[in-house]
């Protein structure tokens, strides 16, 4: 081997040592994700309820609880094998999917409390919370805020349909509230100010149900559009 030959073994072997080792340090987070994303995928069948029955959302909450423990569990999992300080590099598998994690646990605590989650709250439910390694990303918790004002334009439009009409009432003021909320902010990240622009048709989904069930003298006397308890 000559002189030259020898040096660029040298400067290049490190790199393919590098880069093997990326790809078995994504190949192991790849494993933990499918595991993360079963359980979303059963979080959000299990979810499904509110939107044909009047009955069954606190069990639906009760599942959704126990399967966010099998979430955690993950992510503990997912913070152990991520190299410290490298975040970002690898951020890219699992960030939608803690979107829409992000998105359920605030669904579960409308449900449950009728009013909106932080993110510490969110983190502690999807098991982000004081990890070493990994955190949760503002833009994933504000992401996963939106995507609940989707779901619950649907949910108050499928409400009427099985009779509850006091709660596209509370469903209006508090996305109202959380539109307002994010008035305040100004919003650089092109993603998240494009899926934030899609929130005034939610607004407007909702508000058309109430004034269409006000129009029929289908509010409920004591709603005045406030939350329920």
Same mark, same amino acid.
């Given at each position: 081997m000559s002189a030259s030959d020898s040096i660029i073994e040298s400067i290049f072997t490190p790199f393919q040592e590098s880069i093997n080792s990326e790809q078995d340090v994504r190949e192991e987070i790849r494993n933990i994700m499918k595991d993360i994303e079963r359980s979303l995928r059963e979080i959000i069948t299990a979810l499904q309820i509110i939107h044909r029955s009047l009955k069954g959302e606190e069990t639906a909450c009760w599942t959704a609880r126990k399967l966010f423990e099998d979430v955690r569990a993950g992510f503990d999992k997912l913070n152990s094998v991520v190299p410290e300080g490298q975040y970002y590099r690898y951020n890219d598998h699992w960030r939608y999917a803690t979107q829409r994690l992000c998105f359920l646990a605030a669904l579960v605590v409308f449900l449950e409390k009728g009013f909106l989650i932080d993110k510490v709250t969110? =983190?502690?439910?999807?098991? +982000?919370?004081?990890?070493?390694?990994?955190?949760?990303? +503002?833009?994933? !918790?504000l992401m996963g805020l939106?995507? +609940? =004002?989707?779901? +619950? =334009?649907?949910? =108050?439009?499928?409400?009427?349909? !099985?009779?509850? !009409?006091?709660?596209?009432?509370?469903?209006?003021?508090?996305?109202?509230e959380l539109n307002a909320g994010f008035r305040l902010l100004n919003l650089k990240n092109d993603s998240l100010r494009k899926r934030f622009d899609a929130l005034k048709y939610d607004v407007k989904k909702i508000e058309e149900v109430v004034y269409d069930l006000s129009l029929r003298g289908l509010v409920p006397s004591s709603g005045g559009g406030e939350v329920m308890e």
């Open positions: 969110t =983190a502690q439910i999807v098991g +982000l919370h004081e990890k070493s390694r990994i955190h949760l990303d +503002l833009e994933d !918790y939106l995507n +609940l =004002a989707t779901e +619950l =334009a649907r949910f =108050a439009i499928n409400s009427v349909t !099985y009779g509850d !009409y006091n709660r596209p009432l509370q469903i209006s003021k508090f996305v109202a």
